[in-house]
């Protein structure tokens, strides 16, 4: 029975402290969270193997506030970002591959034709720029011509189109020449021919 109160306080407080380390999904996390999740793992295993639960708890506690300090210092410096963390790499730009940031990732080509591909993405020459972002995501603008039309971008084509037609309908009916049924409607217009002929 102290053996099952054990590791339900153990599961319990590695929830509670992992949950105040943050919430990211394993895509997400970077080097240091990868290394609290393994470390908090191991540690937890360590009571039912004959440490104290008690010195376990603070440990794991330890751990969390080491990484909750590094994501800190991650805010505040750029350096120490780069250092722990790193920055995305540009793997390619103006629809080309660059081998030399495809390599340096150590992905190979068929991978990123996969996350292209998972994105909607058909050619390389549709993409502006794509990067392999710190935590593995494929992040990508396309080239202009190859974005899609938005709702935003539809309204105001319209309201041009709209205001061309509404402007040229205008100027029609100002240049219009005057018809043989202009006589029939309520207002008469003046015509080029004799007054005997009316």
Known sequence: MALILKTLLLILSGVILLRISGRKSISQMNLSTTILMIS??????QPIAGQGVTHTIMAVGILVLLVLFLEY?????????????????VVIENGKLNIRNIKKVRLTI????????????????????????????????????AKPLTVGEFKKIMETYQ????????????TQQPTIFDELTEKPKEYDHPDYLQ
Request: proline share 1%; charged share 25%; aromatic share 4%.
């Open 40 to 45: 908090t793992g191991t540690i937890l295993v």
């Open 163 to 174: 205001r061309n037609i509404s402007s040229q309908t205008t100027t029609d009916a100002a």
């Open 110 to 145: 068929d991978q990123l034709e996969m996350r292209l591909r998972n994105q909607g993405v058909s050619r390389y020459q549709d993409i502006k720029t794509a990067t392999i972002e710190p935590n593995g995501l494929l992040g990508y603008e396309l080239m202009d011509e």
């Open 73 to 89: 210092l991650q805010l505040k410096f750029n350096a120490i970002e780069k250092l722990i963390t790193g920055k995305s790499k």
